[in-house]
């Protein structure tokens, strides 16, 4: 499997005080060892959810990485879990997107050159205001990035300084200012705005992968 075979538990819900977080374990998932270290988190249950009678109500969903966004995203519209997703935060809890999943949250996908589909374009999660073009090039870095704004809880961690890996197509742009600043690429000097975040703080995402142990994953109150 491409995700641990024990990650996705069947039995009883979170116990009392344990953070439940839902990992959407889409069919072409990438990078799922980003969340290895939350799993080991105290306090932390980490699930990888393939149904939608498995998400449940957890207090976190993230969406991964994937080696085919528009094609895991028409896995989800297939599945409902997309429908379930969307009333998640229309509910007002947590939703995460990293690489891929954050190409997702947006409001339109284009591909028009045809790199991963057929389909020019399709419509995203419309949960962030972004837009994702696919480009030709794939970024491969090694990044080192701080934390510039954002809302909510991400506002509070304003210039930490975070370390992690860029492994994706596309650029993602949006109508709101960016959360983070990636400022080295592979130890050399390169700007690049990146992340977006809801007014509240409550839906984020970014292509930074392995960062979320270091800002100490939490669900804003």
Request: aromatic share 8%.
């Amino acid at each position: 499997m491409p995700y641990p075979s024990n990650a996705e538990h069947s039995g009883a819900g979170p116990q009392s005080g344990e953070l439940d977080i839902a990992v959407i374990a889409f069919p072409r998932i990438a990078n799922f060892d980003d969340f290895d270290p939350l799993a080991a988190e105290e306090g932390v249950r980490l699930r990888y959810v393939r149904t939608l009678h498995k998400l449940g109500n957890p207090d976190a969903i993230i969406l991964p990485g994937t080696k085919s966004t528009i094609a895991d995203l028409n896995w989800m519209e297939q599945e409902g879990i997309a429908q379930a997703v969307v009333k998640f935060a229309e509910n007002g809890k947590t939703i995460v997107g990293i690489c891929g999943g954050y190409q997702m949250l947006g409001k339109k996908i284009e591909d028009l050159h045809r790199l991963e589909s057929q389909e020019t374009s399709c419509s995203g999660l419309n949960l962030l205001p972004v837009t994702t073009h696919f480009l030709s090039d794939k970024a491969t870095y090694q990044a080192d990035a701080t934390i510039i704004g954002g809302q909510g809880w991400i506002k509070s961690l304003q210039g930490m300084h975070l370390r992690g890996y860029e492994i994706h197509m596309g650029k993602t742009t949006g109508t709101v200012n960016p959360w983070m600043e990636i400022c080295r690429r592979n130890q050399q000097q390169n700007v690049v705005a990146d992340g977006y975040c809801s007014a509240d703080g409550k839906i984020w995402g970014s292509y930074l992968h392995g960062i979320l142990i270091m800002m100490r994953f939490a669900t804003p109150g």
